[in-house]
């Protein structure tokens, strides 16, 4: 990833956090934060759901990163818990951007083959973060 790609990333977690309904969800502003033009991010991101999606994978990437040190450094529970709240109110944008427009609040997906998928990689994704459901099928 180069440096511009996290960039409009990081730019679009800051945009996406801020605008809870996808409602002046701005490709335009994301792109001027990041002093490019539109055409610079779609040339790189293709769609604005390719960028949201992406946005979404950095994001979730991070919590899974988080969750894995604190299930390691955590004695019980209650500590992992607490070391997780913590974490999430370090990084305030990344959970509202989650909270916003994660897969499973269908706001940003409407195929059913994408959000077939998206529902896979966030299993995935959770099984890394919460190591104690590896024990688990899949739909559980």
């Known amino acids: 990833m180069t440096d511009l790609e996290e960039s409009l990333i990081i730019a679009t977690i800051n945009e996406g956090a801020e605008n809870t309904a996808n409602k002046r969800f701005s490709t335009k502003n994301i792109a001027a934060n990041c002093g490019v ?3 610079t991010l779609f ?3 293709k769609t604005k759901e390719n960028l949201v999606a992406v946005a979404n ?3 979730l990437q991070d919590f899974i990163k988080a969750s894995q040190k604190a299930a390691m450094f955590s004695g019980d529970i209650t500590d992992y818990v ?3 709240i913590y974490w999430g109110f370090l990084k ?3 959970m ?3 909270a916003n427009y994660g897969f499973w609040i269908g706001k ?3 195929d059913s083959a994408r959000i077939a998928q998206d529902y896979k990689r966030s299993v995935e994704a959770s099984k890394q973060a919460f190591t ?3 024990d688990y099928d899949d739909e559980t």
């Open 108 to 110: 940003t997906e409407t």
């Open 132 to 134: 104690f459901l590896k």
């Open 92 to 94: 305030p944008a990344e």
């Open 82 to 84: 607490k070391k997780m």
């Open 96 to 98: 509202s951007f989650l």
């Open 57 to 59: 994978d950095y994001a």
């Open 37 to 39: 033009s539109e055409f």
């Open 43 to 45: 040339s790189i991101f």
